[in-house]
């Protein structure tokens, strides 16, 4: 039985009395061996499964722990226990109670919303622009989760720039549940208020609740935990890997459940049978920094010889990725047991590209893959049009970007440079024959020559304003007469790029005149301002110019590639094909902090390990909880742990010192950037972390 699997910890934790149980899992200390065998337990002393109610935040994680169960006990007992999220689990004892609910995508109720928000003036009151109906309802969601009553007060408090309409939303918003109400329809929040409300006057009848990951709870979830008002309360999770309050968890549910429950009773799990005692090691001594909420430290449950984690320090950026893909293609674990962690995105471009360029395969999770990028896939649908002038879908997917053309006028302009130009759109706008005949229908006036009527033709001294090239002038795209002024002059920057790169074969010529171009510059601004066009339809200018920065510091990393490929031809054969070949979602991972929860391998990079790069100043919400990112991050680490950082970053043009949690760890020294132990060169090592 499982009971008899347990150490001493997880037995004693297992077969607790009932009542109030809090047991602190930490990281590869077994916790979910530790609730199937909880569950185990009940059953076996007598606890109807029915009785039983199993509350996690993935479906998966329930169907597991029921599967394991699966081996003790026969399907008539598994299948009765109540198991799944806390959404799903209200959805069923819902339609018990005869509620059933039309649950209804955020789409759809944003566009109810919306159309409620739109009859209210606020035209009367302010010049300010009011929020989108879509942002609002984005707010509330964050309201009901955080259990709060009154929405106006809540929202003046959070949303100070738009106080005043503060009453008017919230108006708004009571309109908008009566709508809602009228039409039965539900989202994923009124599934746990209506369950928290429907508890108020029907109970049932659970011996003992369990819940899985507690420290990721938020408030309205905690609350619905003690509307269930069970007998028995067992709840499983670590306040060292509450890493989500951006996502509205409260550590301070699981922070007092001591204080909040009469006579509760605390276990702990430290005894970690992932990790080897090096590892842990330095996880104790970073996550100690942090406000102990209840008494643990980490042990190893592992035996035998371990690598201690090592600290790699770089002169420049890239030279730390290109590093760690050569050590990975000389490891001889399985590709799937490697991981690289990062704590921003932009970390992933760069090592992405380095581990294809060695025929690695990777697999990324929390973010798009590099090529896929729109910034990205634009340069390379200009260097396309560059090296394979017939092919139409570089030119295509570039005249997205200028305004006003739309995609059948997009094929229009291809068709009639494609004419002039003898099949060749480099052609067509660098040497056009003039005398080509363009077939815009099947009845051509031949005296037209390129239109086939009248109609269809405009002067190009229509756009004699924009400044364009005499020579450029004489072209006949320019007498299109779907073509506007926008469409005009964006043409004209492809003709210029290719008039600044027609011939060269140098492909970090030919990738950096991209980047530098007008051409680029365009359609640079239209992502960047899509980016920072805020729900309510007002383009925030400081994260269009932040948009702006992250677009050419991706554009740099495929600049650096060029190196390897220093011819374009190569170098363009190895973005559309060479990378293409390697088998998608197989080989090495890459992950953020957030993806890598939950999940271990035998080998495990946490890169760019600088200051203001991990911990993130920018984005963290306090460093308690960026070091609870740095905990999770190395816990994932089985065998082999190394820590890395660049001193500079050229395409920022930003030097770093070592991030204050390897100050921590013992591995670097504070104050002036040096690593202890490591000289500081390119691809340094440092002395790792001491017994």
Known sequence: MPLSKLNKEQLAAATAPKGKNLVIASAGTGKTS??????????????????????????????????????????????????????????????????????????????????????????RISDLKPYSGAYLYDIYSLFCNACEKDFAAWFSRNYEEQAEFAEIYADVLGEFEEQKAAFGYADFNDLLLKMREALATHKFDFAEVLVDEYQDTNSLQGSL?????????????????????????????????????????????????????????????????????????????????????????????????????????????????????????????????????????????????????????????????????????????????????????????????????????????LEPDLTANYKQKERVNSQMGLFSDFSEFLPSSRFGALGLDAE??????????????????????????????????????????????????????????????????????????????????????????TKRHPNIYNFYNFLTLGVGELEGGNGVNLLTVHASKGLEFGLVFVVDLAQGRFPNLKMMSSVEEERRLFYVAVTRAKDELVLSYAKYDKIRKVEYMPSCFLVEAGMAEGGGGSVAGSSGGSGSSGSGVEN
């Not at 450029?472 to 506007?484: E, Q």
């Open 34 to 123: 530790t609730i199937v065998a909880r569950i185990a337990h009940l059953i076996q002393r007598g606890t109807p499964p029915e009785r039983i109610l199993l509350l996690t935040f993935t479906n998966k994680a329930a169907q597991e722990m029921v599967l394991r169960l699966g081996k003790f006990f026969p399907p008539q007992v598994t299948r009765k226990i109540c198991a799944g999220t806390f959404h799903s689990v209200s959805n069923l004892l819902l339609k018990r109670l005869g509620r059933t609910l039309i649950l209804k995508q955020p789409s759809e109720l944003k566009t109810l919303l919306k159309s409620v928000l739109e009859r209210r003036s606020f035209s």
């Open 225 to 429: 935990i003690d509307a269930f008002d069970a007998e028995s309360l067992f709840c499983v999770g670590d306040f060292d890997q509450s890493i989500y309050a951006f996502n509205g968890a409260n550590i301070g549910i699981i922070g007092s459940f001591s204080l909040r429950y009469k006579d509760a009773k605390i276990f702990a799990l430290n005894t970690n049978y992932r990790s080897t005692a090096k590892i842990l090691e330095l996880a104790n001594r970073v996550i100690e920094n942090n406000e102990r909420l209840y008494p643990k430290r980490l042990e190893v449950g592992r035996a035998g010889e371990c690598k201690p984690p090592r600290l790699l320090v770089f002169d420049e950026l890239f030279a730390q990725y290109d590093n760690i893909a050569q050590t990975i293609a000389q490891s001889p674990l399985p590709k799937e047991e490697v991981a690289i962690i990062f704590r921003n995105n932009s970390s992933a471009d760069g090592i992405e590209m380095a581990l294809r360029e060695r025929g690695i395969g990777c697999k990324r999770r929390g973010g798009v893959e590099f090529l896929e990028s729109r910034e990205i896939k634009a340069l390379v649908d200009l260097v396309g049009i560059l090296v394979n002038p017939k092919d139409i879908f570089g030119m295509l997917h570039t005249l997205e970007y200028a305004r006003g053309v739309g995609a059948a006028a997009a094929r229009e302009i291809y068709e009639i440079l494609s004419a002039v130009g003898h099949k060749s759109v480099v052609c067509g706008l």
């Open 472 to 561: 450029f002038m004489k072209n006949p795209v320019l007498n299109y007469s779907n073509l506007n002024a926008n469409g005009a002059l964006f043409v004209s920057q492809i003709r210029d790029f290719l008039l600044q790169v027609r011939g060269q074969v140098v492909s970090e010529f030919v990738i950096k005149s991209a980047i530098n171009s007008k051409l680029y510059a365009n359609i640079v601004d239209v992502l960047a301002t899509k980016r920072a066009t805020l729900k309510n339809g007002n383009v925030d200018l400081a994260r269009a110019d932040e948009a702006k920065k992250k677009i050419y510091a991706k554009a740099e990393v495929l600049a650096q590639m």
